[in-house]
């Protein structure tokens, strides 16, 4: 799988490359400061003064404009391609594998910088926020059984783990959790991220 | 505890201030490129070009010299006062406790600042990796039981959720675990933290 972990593309325009950029400059700030659910893309084309045509000129639609404001190294729908099928009494293992492959392809470079970059600025962090409930914990935590409000809760817990994970291991680089094999890290790391998928949460 | 949680003192001498600047600018710089032990207080005075008295004049050792070049602003001595004399077996509870009052008290918007810029910046992680390891690993392991290659990855573990959790709850600020309150956060955590500590790793 780790061979279909494409970085998204930027498109190059010669010609509309500047009101390409100005759009994608616009969408950012909005999904910054209102999220994705409060930016439309009628917005997007008013604050950047251009025909909404223009927008879907450039832009399969709103998701994908999103996307690439996040500027996010990879796709969450390839790297995460058949968590959301799976059990969720036993899919901690591959939401780890997924995540693991992803760091260790051709994309890691991309996702240091990427979250050097996002976690360093305020405006990103909010966008960051927004892509990670919609775009990755949608997909994580499908068909996990119980209230809305605790499958979200348990999906802010496994996101806890996985972004701990991904910092220690591949940002911050602390040894020896750095250089463990996968099969390490799944064997150490899936019981846990399994409990806040499934398990019993308020009874250590 | 949390009002024993006071940012380390910046000293502001008219007179020193350069020299103080320039040698805490210089340690911060070799710290990062050869680690803590890599660094001594003799090579900081050399490459500030400094007599060595004066850097033993505005710090009181190399401990002090690295806290201040992290610029961590809350003290891990105190916030994990009395952590590294609990039982291993029941001590996940007291760190997490620890960090969520750190973070809920009056450094907050310190720590989120230092977050932001040391994840923002390589020379700075590499700064936070050693920190990390040395100041506050040493005393939230202090007295596990294990082989001590073992109880590093324990170690790792740990951070990674704890990280995690920091990253999730406060800088991200993912809804609903950043509005849980600090009880709700234990129940949930502190089991995953304690098999991090002291659980069974390898068999799920």
Redesign the interface.
């Known amino acids: 799988m780790s061979g279909s972990l494409q970085p998204l593309r930027r498109g190059r325009r010669s010609g509309g490359e500047d009101s390409r950029e100005l759009i994608l400059g616009t969408a950012r700030r909005l999904f910054a400061e209102h999220g994705f659910d409060g930016t439309s893309l009628r917005q997007v084309a008013r604050e950047a003064q251009v025909d909404p045509a223009m927008v879907h000129h450039f832009f399969k639609g709103k998701d994908e404009l999103f996307a690439l404001s996040v500027e996010l190294p990879a796709d969450p729908e390839q790297v995460l391609a058949g968590v959301e099928t799976l059990d969720p009494g036993e899919r901690a293992e591959a939401i780890i594998r997924a995540v693991l492959r992803l760091w260790e392809g051709p994309a890691q470079h991309g996702l240091v910088a990427f ?3 996002t ?4 405006a990103k ?1 909010a966008l ?2 927004e892509m ?2 919609r775009t990755i914990l949608s997909r994580v935590m499908a068909g996990v059984p119980g209230p809305a ?1 605790e499958v ?2 348990r999906g ?2 496994v ?7 991904m ?3 591949y ?8 250089s ?1 094999t996968q099969d390490e890290v799944v ?6 991220v ?3 998928l499934t398990g019993e ?4």
């Not at 911050?172 to 750095?178: G, K, M, Y």
């Not at 064997?187 to 846990?192: C, D, I, L, S």
Request: no cysteine; aromatic share 2%; proline share 6%.
């Open positions: 979250v050097r970059g976690i360093g600025s305020t962090t960051l926020r990670v409930a409000g979200r809760m802010d817990l996101a806890s783990q996985m972004v701990g994970l910092l220690v291991r940002v911050v680089r602390l040894d020896p959790l750095a463990a064997r150490m790391v899936a019981p846990n399994q409990r806040y949460l308020d009874n250590p």
